[in-house]
């Protein structure tokens, strides 16, 4: 090779370092488990934690003194968008009487646990995080956003102690993962690990689409090894569905009514504590259930049923239940999804301790909503069921990809020591 030519190729080198140096990278937070709510929460700013909703279409918090007011009009797209998904039993966004002078836009912050809303205003925020490789935060950033202030504390009823709002990571244009890719210039997409919490700790959350490496697993990059399946959209809801074929115990399909899944769907959510079913599925889940821990011991001694503890329709004395490294030995409970992939939750998954020596299948049924009502989702897979499982949501590509994580990893093994 010509020497004249080193000094170019060198020169160009040097332009591809600084290419690859200055593309987009992902964004990371932690993902605290409060064990007094079950709910999961992310630092938003400083002083300021929002609960993850991943069925919720706004950032909201109460109204701080840093925000600055986003002056937007009644009939401007954004406030449009800000009030895109209605919350029944929530005032309907009005004009007043002149809405091309009318820079107000109102919206309606909404509680998902108690279901409270409460009137507030668009402001300009930052999201305050840390871009990652997928080992470790790499650098802090400043991600310009918006959100919805709220005016009234009581907004903050039944949220984990120091919770200030609600990080809605739902199918929105104003949810956080369309801001963070609008503003960092990264694939619409995020990644959730749910921790178990306590002494376990945090999981993790990532922006942006990204592998995904944690301690004690040396090389292991967890999101190349994922199922999916497609992510399932319904009418007036910013939810995240997933089309589910039948529920399955061990290798044995519960006899639900037809149709009984696709009517109202199968919904994912962060709020739920453990997984709601429908009563008309509930009941016929749970009758198989005891059906099915029943013959897995047929030549032992049973499994002793205890008097349940509510929320929960069965339980089980402790001192009676094999336990794995999987959790109880109870009978598997297997989603059957499109593309024949299959979401399997063993017992680490399905079993809670509630008592001392006393375990409660964590699938509850749904209150205040007759069997087969079409307007109420058929399952609301919850926060339980989801934990210690890699989730990815891609929303351009409008998949659902789910990984069950070994028996010696968790999501609280991310390690959130910056990188040099």
Not at 149 to 170: H, I, M
Not at 277 to 282: G, I, N, S, T
Not at 304 to 316: A, I, L, N, T
Request: overall charge positive.
């Amino acid at each position: 090779m010509s020497r004249s030519r080193l000094p170019v190729l060198f020169v160009l080198a040097a332009s591809l370092v600084v290419l690859a140096s200055g593309q987009p990278r992902p964004v990371v937070v932690p993902v605290t488990k409060d064990t007094a709510t079950s709910l999961y929460t992310i630092p938003f700013y400083a002083g300021a934690n929002l609960v993850v909703d991943i069925s919720g279409p706004l950032v909201w918090s109460t109204c701080q003194r840093g925000h600055l007011p986003a002056n937007f009009a009644c009939k401007s797209d954004t406030c449009k968008l800000a009030n895109a998904y209605p919350v029944p039993g929530c005032p309907a966004a009005g004009c007043g009487r002149d809405p091309r002078e009318d820079r107000t836009c109102t919206t309606y912050p909404y509680n998902p646990i108690t279901g409270s809303c409460a009137a507030g205003s668009l402001v300009h925020t930052r999201f305050v995080a840390n871009t990652t490789d997928g080992k470790n935060p790499v650098n802090q950033v400043s991600v310009r956003s918006m959100s919805a202030c709220g005016t009234t504390k009581k907004l903050l009823a039944s949220l984990p102690r120091g919770a200030s709002g609600v990080a809605g990571l739902a199918v929105s244009g104003l949810a956080l993962p369309a801001q963070v890719a609008s503003s960092q210039k990264v694939p619409k997409k995020f990644l959730l690990c749910l921790p178990t919490g306590g002494a376990n700790g945090d999981g993790v959350a990532i922006f942006g689409g990204s592998p995904l490496y944690l301690e004690y697993t040396g090389s292991l990059e967890y999101t190349s090894s994922m199922e999916h399946t497609p992510l399932v959209g319904r009418k007036g809801s910013p939810a995240y569905y997933v089309a589910v074929k039948y529920i399955a115990l061990d290798n044995s399909r519960v006899p639900l009514p037809p149709l009984a899944l696709a009517t109202g769907g199968v919904v994912l959510s962060t709020t739920a504590p453990y997984t709601v079913l429908r009563a008309d599925v509930y009941r016929l889940f749970l009758a198989a259930f005891r059906e099915a821990t029943a013959a897995q011991w047929q030549y032992a001694q049973k499994p002793r049923e205890v008097k349940p503890v509510p929320p929960f329709g069965v339980c089980y004395d402790t001192r009676t239940l094999a336990n794995t490294r999987m959790g109880y030995m109870v009978p598997s409970v297997t989603l059957a999804l499109d593309g024949e992939k299959n979401w399997t939750m063993t017992g680490v998954n399905s079993m809670v301790v509630v008592k001392p020596e006393k375990a409660c299948l964590a699938f509850v049924e749904m209150k205040e909503v007759k069997a087969g009502d079409g307007k109420a989702p058929a399952v609301i897979v919850g926060g339980f069921q989801m934990e210690n499982f890699v989730l990815q949501f891609d929303l351009e590509r409008k998949q659902f990809g789910f990984l069950r994580l070994p028996y010696y990893a968790q999501c609280g093994h991310f390690n959130f020591t910056r990188s040099s």
